[in-house]
């Protein structure tokens, strides 16, 4: 039940664009996106409820298919403070299960 | 400024005792949540609450014990059943279901 996310990592040079992709075997109500960094908690980027929406802010932004069960979250011109771990969580659509996915890291050189 | 704060940072324990971890948020958040990280792994939720003096498993409960008496705290304790404790745990609360989650600063619990 737990979402799978992939890739599991990827480099990335300042600049750059990155796409990261979470896929449920359930029906999905909601997505959670969230950046941690290392050894710090998570901080909440987005919420994707169902409907297929688009979300964003600046150069962040996300896209949820509630047909395919799938969240993808979109980086644009990708910054240093980029770097660290994506996880997407979901909420299914029936009950209140919510799981967080596998994480992806992500790390920005310059 | 509104927040979760968790205490504390590092605990160290020694096999066979029980110990507690303080969770305290003050925005006004009915629910609240703790969840595990293992090195290198995503977050398993130990345990849950939507409301005071209710709270509900999650997928690791085993090992595991937490109160909810007040709106605001939610303390977890690691029971000596718990076989594996070294982890990183956090604690969140969100306005409800479906609502983004704020984490605390977690505790990073070693056993000696």
């Given at each position: 039940?737990?979402?799978?996310?992939?890739?599991?990592?990827?480099?990335l040079?300042?600049?750059?664009?990155?796409?990261?992709?979470c896929?449920?075997s359930?029906?999905?109500?909601?997505?959670?996106?969230?950046?941690?960094?290392?050894?710090?908690?998570?901080?909440?980027?987005?919420?994707?409820?169902?409907?297929?929406e688009?979300?964003g802010?600046?150069k962040?932004?996300?896209s949820?298919?509630?047909k395919k069960?799938?969240?993808?979250?979109?980086?644009?011109?990708?910054?240093?403070?980029?770097?660290g771990?994506?996880?997407?969580?979901?909420?299914?659509?029936t009950?209140?299960?919510?799981?967080?996915?596998t994480?992806t890291?992500?790390?920005?050189?310059? | 400024?509104?927040?979760?704060?968790?205490?504390p940072?590092?605990?160290f324990r020694?096999?066979?005792?029980?110990?507690?971890?303080?969770?305290e948020?003050?925005?006004?958040?009915?629910?609240?949540?703790?969840?595990?990280q293992?090195p290198?792994q995503?977050?398993?939720?130990?345990?849950?609450?939507?409301?005071?003096?209710?709270?509900?498993k999650?997928?690791?409960a085993?090992?595991?014990?937490?109160?909810r008496?007040?709106?605001?705290?939610?303390?977890l304790?690691?029971?000596?059943a718990?076989?594996?404790?070294?982890?990183?745990y956090?604690?969140?609360?969100?306005?409800?279901?479906?609502?983004?989650?704020t984490f605390g600063s977690?505790?990073?619990?070693?056993?000696?």
């Amino acid at each position: 039940q737990q979402p799978v996310q992939s890739p599991q990592a990827v480099i990335l040079r300042e600049g750059e664009d990155a796409v990261i992709n979470c896929s449920s075997s359930k029906a999905l109500y909601s997505v959670h996106w969230y950046r941690q960094k290392h050894g710090e908690a998570p901080v909440f980027l987005m919420i994707l409820l169902k409907g297929g929406e688009q979300k964003g802010h600046e150069k962040i932004s996300a896209s949820f298919n509630e047909k395919k069960q799938q969240s993808s979250l979109y980086l644009t011109a990708s910054q240093l403070s980029y770097s660290g771990t994506y996880f997407c969580g979901t909420e299914g659509d029936t009950g209140n299960q919510f799981y967080f996915g596998t994480g992806t890291s992500l790390t920005v050189i310059p | 400024d509104g927040g979760i704060t968790q205490s504390p940072k590092y605990l160290f324990r020694k096999e066979g005792q029980n110990v507690t971890l303080s969770c305290e948020q003050n925005l006004n958040h009915d629910a609240m949540y703790w969840y595990r990280q293992d090195p290198g792994q995503g977050l398993r939720l130990i345990y849950y609450s939507q409301i005071v003096n209710d709270f509900q498993k999650g997928d690791i409960a085993e090992g595991y014990s937490v109160s909810r008496e007040k709106k605001e705290s939610f303390p977890l304790t690691v029971t000596s059943a718990q076989k594996n404790p070294t982890a990183f745990y956090l604690c969140a609360s969100s306005i409800k279901r479906s609502y983004g989650y704020t984490f605390g600063s977690g505790t990073r619990l070693t056993v000696v």
